[in-house]
């Protein structure tokens, strides 16, 4: 296990946030250590902001066995994959599923998520969500790992019900045989949805999209896109998305959020960490 004083902006996909106290577990033994004192748990640091003065609990990170995965040889035409580590990163397993014949993790494509924390938002696309192809979940809470099926954890828009203070540590998941050209066809699709997206940093979609629309058309609508706030700006390529232009602020972004929402009645889609202004 490696304990350190790090900036949670070295650790998050928007590039912001303050200083923290960072376990990186490796072991069940590990684990159980870390969490005797109150804790938060990181994953690849997407879909959130953390304040500027960071977050006085201790931040877990998942490594070791809890980052093993490997989806296993396919057989027949429902496959079940062995137990992954929920610290891997989702990317590499869609990459992998893909190489083998395997489909229902292309509408993930190009999530930079960690599996746990796919797992956690119910990570998605129009396409479908990380909840479409789960088998069970093993989760640690109050000092012991218990497995859920999907249906015991309240999977629904970009979120989920997992036990208070609940870990993700492993996931099996139900992926179905596949003509590998189907598979490129679909992640194609995919990929060509998500083009408008920016390349700068940013934590993702920052709203949820209301039933029936679209948040980063409304906030295109309301003339928002290409506002600044310091190093922080609403994206000209996609208004749901809050790039740092360099040297960003925690605060920054938050201006920028607490802006939209003065105008349009949206939720936010991010978790947030610490107080902010």
């Not at 490796?26 to 109150?38: F, K, N, Q, V």
């Not at 057989?75 to 397993?93: E, I, N, Q």
């Not at 409304?218 to 928002?224: T, V």
Request: aromatic letters at 6%.
């Amino acid at each position: 296990m490696k304990v350190e004083v790090r900036p949670l902006a070295e650790f998050t996909t928007l590039g912001v946030g303050g200083d923290a106290e960072i376990w990186t577990v490796e072991t069940p033994a590990d684990l159980l250590l870390a969490t005797r004192e109150p804790y938060r748990v990181l994953g690849n640091g997407s879909n959130l902001l953390v304040s500027d003065r960071g977050v006085p609990e201790r931040v877990i990170r998942l490594g070791g066995v809890f980052a093993r995965a490997e989806l296993g040889r396919p057989r027949g035409d429902v496959h079940l994959t062995p137990w992954l580590g929920a610290g891997a990163l989702l990317p590499g397993l869609v990459q992998e599923a893909r190489r083998l014949g395997l489909s229902g993790l292309e509408p993930l494509l190009g999530i930079p998520a960690s599996l746990g924390g796919a797992v956690r938002m119910n990570a998605g696309t129009r396409f479908g969500e990380m909840a479409d192809v789960l088998e069970a979940v093993e989760i640690f809470h109050d000092g012991a790992f218990a497995v859920y099926h999907p249906g015991e954890l309240g999977f629904g828009y970009r979120r989920s019900n997992l036990p208070a203070g609940g870990i993700v540590t492993r996931v099996r998941l139900r992926l179905r045989r596949r003509d590998p050209a189907e598979i490129a066809a679909l992640m194609e699709r995919v990929d060509a949805a998500r083009k408008g997206q920016p390349k700068r940093k940013s934590a993702g979609c920052a709203f949820k999209n209301p039933p029936g629309d679209s948040a980063g058309r409304l906030i295109d609508r309301a003339g928002f896109k290409g506002l600044r706030a310091g190093g922080a700006m609403i994206s000209h390529e996609h208004g749901n998305f809050v790039v740092n232009t360099g040297g960003a602020s925690a605060a920054d972004v938050w201006k920028l959020v607490k802006r939209i929402q003065e105008e349009l009645p949206l939720e936010l889609e991010w978790e947030i960490w610490g107080d902010l202004p």
